[in-house]
Every structure is written in C-alpha cells, then in structure tokens.
C-alpha cells in the first residue's frame, strides 16, 4: 500500500481530479488532504468525496514540529502540492527528500517564483504575448518552483486567448496529467 498527502489552498479542482483517479486502485491510498485555508473550495469537495481534510492554519505551517508530527503519522510515501500556495518548510523538504511533488500552471523556468500562482501567472503569460504556455510538475526543494523537473506538457495559445482561456486550457492539462504522472512516480 502506499499513502500520500494532498496539500491544497484554493479551488481544489486537482484535488478531486486525483481523488476520483485513484478511487478504485486498492494499491494506493489519499491519507488526507491539508488545507492552510479556512474558505478553501477543496474543504466541500473533500467532505463531499469522504476524504479525511486536516486544516492548519498558516502560523501551523511556519512551526513545523506540528507539521512533522501530524504526517508522521500517516508513513506517507508522497506528499503532493495540488494548488498549494504557501512555502514549504526546509524542515519538511530534509524529511521527506524527493518525496514532495507540485503542480506550476506554466512552463518552468518561466512564470515561477513567489507571487507567481494562480491567475497572477496567466495574466503574466497572456501580457508576454506568449504563443505557447502549460505545466510543469516538479519536485519541491526550498526555493519556489526550482526543483528538479518530472513532466511538462504544453499547449499552443491564440492571440485571442484571455488569461481565463489560457486557464482553461492549461487546467485540462492538468487533468490530463497529474494524476497519471503520480500513479507513475508511486509505482517506480
Ligand atoms: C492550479 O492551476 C495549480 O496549477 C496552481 O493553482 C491552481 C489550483 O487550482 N498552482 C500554482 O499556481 C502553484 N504555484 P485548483 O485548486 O482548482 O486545483
């Protein structure tokens, strides 16, 4: 059996895409789903799906003893940022070494850094005149969207396109991706 941690901030739209993907796989287990934000769309969709949700507020996240103990016990073999907005602590990243992965809604190099998330990046991409943007997941070490690559995809843009249609287009990247490429790494 092998066991991962959801951590999400927002709408939670990769959490429930991850939750749905591995349902019936009896082989791998979502242990929990942790949210820095009280008014998160992810809290619904967790109670909603029955999916264990612990809530630790942003000062929880910056004294990560507490972290640390509360996943402790969970043995997890993956913790995955699906739309997680806040820095991860070096404390964690020592712990749990290749084992903490994220989703970024463009193509890194580009568009990552801190402020980069969310909407923030679309716009920025949109405002370049980009003809391509995509994803990019990555592992986590202690510098914002710097780790080591795992997957991209891209998809091609039409001067046309708002920053909510380049959204939507790499939002269904998203879902096409994410959850195979952990099924992948939890196999290996
Ligand atoms: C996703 O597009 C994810 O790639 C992005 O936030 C969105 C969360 O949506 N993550 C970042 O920007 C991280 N820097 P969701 O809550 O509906 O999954």
């Not at 716009?123 to 202690?142: D, F, L, P, Q």
């Amino acid at each position: 059996m092998k066991r991962m941690a959801l951590f999400a901030s927002g709408a939670g739209s990769n959490v429930l895409n991850i939750i749905k993907h591995f349902k019936n796989k009896e082989q791998i287990e979502i242990a929990l789903v942790l949210t820095n934000n009280p008014k998160a769309g992810v809290i619904q969709k967790c109670e909603e799906q029955g999916v264990p949700l612990i809530y630790l507020s942003k000062k929880g996240f910056s004294q990560p003893h507490t972290l640390l103990q509360i996943l402790e016990g969970f043995s997890l073999d993956l913790i995955v940022l699906a739309g997680f907005l806040l820095k991860i602590p070096s404390e964690l990243v020592e712990k749990y070494p290749n084992r903490i992965i994220n989703i970024h809604p463009a193509l890194l190099p580009n568009y990552g850094g801190k402020g980069m998330y969310g909407m923030h990046v679309h716009r920025a991409v949109k405002e370049a005149g980009e003809t391509e943007s995509g994803i990019s997941i990555h592992y986590v070490n202690e510098h914002y969207d710097q780790g080591a690559l795992i997957f991209q995809a891209k998809t091609k843009l039409l001067p046309t396109d708002s920053p909510q249609d380049i959204a939507q287009k790499v939002q269904a990247l998203e879902s096409l991706h994410f959850p195979n490429t952990i099924e992948r790494l939890l196999h290996d």
